[in-house]
């Protein structure tokens, strides 16, 4: 089945050690996203991808970087986690405006 | 910037009773969807339905675009339904404005 892939689906670091997490997709979508939510709130864009243009929202911290060497996969990297950073990271994905995205089951950030 | 309300907060029913979540939205949009958040924290999609009406076993929704609200209904619900409920909305561009979600339990 077509699907979106995280991994890992638990990750466990240390404040200011560097993280990345991963999100792979078989749907050959164009557009990926990544997404913060914190407990009792709702998703929160990060950044997304169109291809390779990529498309960072003005409250991103900078501190949250993202790559897409291809068209399935995409890296969130968190340079210096905070305590604040801890939070389920969603990706998704969708063929483009105004269309359905589909989400992976989310990887769980847990900064001690 | 564009407000996503959802009703009721919090809703606690008994396995076979039927439900109403609504969503209301400050702006014109050009995609609605509706997800499932599973306990495991899995957005599972349930519709799309930027306007109209759309079945899907025990659950239905409608939207009113130019109304700006959806209805999400939920019949002879069961355990298996709890978990909150998101709407979730799009302008015009690529992103996607989520709801202020509706907590659902059901108990046996």
């Known amino acids: 089945d077509a699907m979106v892939i995280q991994n890992p689906r638990y990750q466990v670091t240390q404040f200011g050690k560097p993280v990345t997490l991963s999100c792979s997709q078989t749907?050959?979508?164009?557009?990926m996203y990544w997404y913060q939510q914190k407990s009792s709130q709702a998703p929160k864009l990060l950044f997304h991808y169109y291809d390779k243009d990529f498309n960072n929202e003005a409250d991103t911290p900078d501190n949250f970087q993202s790559r897409r060497p291809n068209t399935s996969f995409c890296f969130l990297d968190i340079r210096s986690p905070g305590l604040g950073d801890a939070a389920m990271y969603l990706c998704?994905?969708?063929?483009?405006?105004?269309?359905?995205?589909?989400f992976g089951p989310g990887t769980r950030l847990t900064v001690l | 910037g564009i407000q996503v309300e959802q009703s009721p907060p919090d809703l606690i029913l008994q396995e076979g009773a039927n439900s109403t979540l609504r969503c209301n939205f400050s702006d014109s949009v050009n995609n609605l969807q509706w997800f499932h958040q599973n306990p495991w924290g899995q957005l599972i999609n349930l519709f799309y339905?930027?306007?109209g009406t759309k079945q899907n076993g025990r659950l239905s929704a409608t939207t009113v675009a130019t109304e700006r609200y959806s209805l999400l209904y939920i019949s002879s619900s069961q355990t298996t339904d709890s978990g909150v409920y998101f709407c979730?909305?799009?302008?015009?561009?690529?992103?996607?404005?989520f709801g202020t979600g509706t907590r659902l339990q059901v108990f046996p």
């Open positions: 749907l050959n979508h164009n557009v």
């Open positions: 339905i930027p306007s």
């Open positions: 998704a994905t969708s063929t483009g405006s105004y269309n359905e995205q589909f």
């Open positions: 979730a909305v799009e302008l015009n561009t690529d992103k996607l404005i």
